[in-house]
């Protein structure tokens, strides 16, 4: 059965183009992204194959409901050059008008396009890949000399557009900036009091929850959020009586975060589930949302926090100092600062009223600047430009 719309099968219409996304994997943070820019890319103008390097990830049934063939290239770790000869091949089967390839991780698909015959490719720049922590490779060098392939760029913050430009040697016309967007209405504020989350007793006491989401590695430094919670609740003041821990995700760090809470007689005030599927739910179960990370490229939690009507306590780094507006939605941090983390999460605790302004704030910010449809329209311009639509 032929799936492509009634009008583009119409005569005088034009088929729409195919566009063959290259990611390293379907995951909770990248996959989600590519879901939703799909969902909302209009159907008689694209449709689109993804090829995953790795395995598929847990986004494949979700995108083959859109239509969208996924092909797993199976990359080994370590040195494969038997993958690159695979997609070379996979994207001579497939024809497609453009291929759009992610981070270092997928820069290499730039040149298997090239081989293949295909005339537009896209490369973005969407924050910290993990890939890049194992190459043998310096990553610049790497980009520097595939820059001549990339027909345009797409980076997600403003710092990573300079460093293309200034580093990468981008040219600055061959260079969007746009950022990432949220679903504002999977992730909304709860309209009550809180969900009962947690272990038996977790919520206890008018608990005001600090919550935090995200990979637990060391560069999510979420070590640095525990100490300045041991630090609040060993105070004597009242209102930290109330405070829980809740982070949210797995990672290398995860056990040796668990046991300094145990090791502190913490570990009954503090909950750490590890990956959930229920993000959206657990986010409005927090009163705050706290980010420590030594580096931020994406900022996808911390939309999503802002969308959830959350205050931030972020660390100033990359698009934290973007997204966030002191004194308006949030509080920035200087990194490894545990004191000075401390003080700002007892604010919010202290006041608040103040936790509610911000994170009103912050949700119409998200609304007004980070919506699906405005970023699908921005993803269309770059598009339709290289195209000649």
């Known amino acids: ?12 219409f034009a088929p729409p183009r195919l566009i063959a996304h290259v990611i390293n994997r379907l995951d909770a943070g990248s996959g989600n992204g590519l879901l939703d820019l799909i969902a909302h890319m209009p159907g008689e103008r694209y449709r689109h194959a993804v090829l995953c390097l790795r395995d598929h990830g847990k986004f494949h049934d979700d995108l083959r409901e859109y239509g969208v063939e996924v092909i797993a290239l199976h990359k080994r770790e370590g040195a494969d050059p038997g993958h690159f000869l695979r997609m070379v091949r996979v ?3 497939l024809r497609p008008d453009l291929v759009h390839t992610r981070n270092v991780g997928g820069l290499e698909g730039q040149l298997a396009a090239a081989l293949a015959g295909v005339r537009l490719r896209v490369h973005g720049e969407y924050g910290r890949d993990p890939a ?19 027909g345009h760029y797409i980076a997600v913050s403003a710092e990573q557009e300079r460093w293309l430009i200034e580093q990468v040697g981008a040219e600055p016309s061959r260079v969007s900036h746009i950022a990432n967007a949220v679903d504002s209405l999977e992730f909304h504020p709860r309209l009550g009091p809180h969900a009962a989350v ?17 990979r637990m590695d060391d560069a999510k430094n979420d070590t640095t959020l525990i100490e300045a919670f041991l630090r609040l609740i060993s105070s004597p003041h009242a209102s930290h009586k109330r405070l829980r821990l809740l982070l949210v995700g797995d990672g290398p760090m995860r056990a040796e975060c668990q046991a300094m809470l145990e090791r502190a007689g913490a570990g009954h005030r503090a909950w750490l589930p590890g990956e959930r599927p229920d993000t959206a739910q657990l986010m409005r179960a927090m009163d705050l949302m706290v980010l420590p990370a030594l580096a931020e ?13 959350l205050p931030v306590v972020a660390t100033s780094v990359g698009v934290h100092k973007e997204l966030v507006q002191p004194g308006l939605t949030g509080i920035l941090v200087p990194p490894m600062s545990p004191d ?14 103040m936790g509610a302004r911000h994170g009103a704030r912050a949700r119409g910010q998200v609304i007004a600047h980070h919506s699906l449809p405005a970023m699908a329209r921005s993803y269309l311009a770059v598009y339709d430009a290289l195209a000649g639509a």
């Open 1 to 12: 059965m032929d799936n492509r719309p009634l009008a583009a099968m119409a005569p005088g």
């Open 91 to 93: 994207l001579r089967a």
């Open 132 to 150: 890049e922590r194992c190459r043998a490779r310096p990553p610049g060098l790497l980009r520097r000399a595939l820059r001549p392939l990339v």
């Open 198 to 214: 947690g272990p038996d007793g977790f919520m206890r006491d008018d608990a005001f929850v600090i919550g935090s989401v995200g």
């Open 297 to 309: 490229g994406s900022g996808n939690v911390l939309l999503e926090a802002m969308a959830t009507g």
């Open 340 to 353: 000075v983390m401390a003080s700002a999460i007892a604010d919010y605790c202290r006041i608040p009223e």
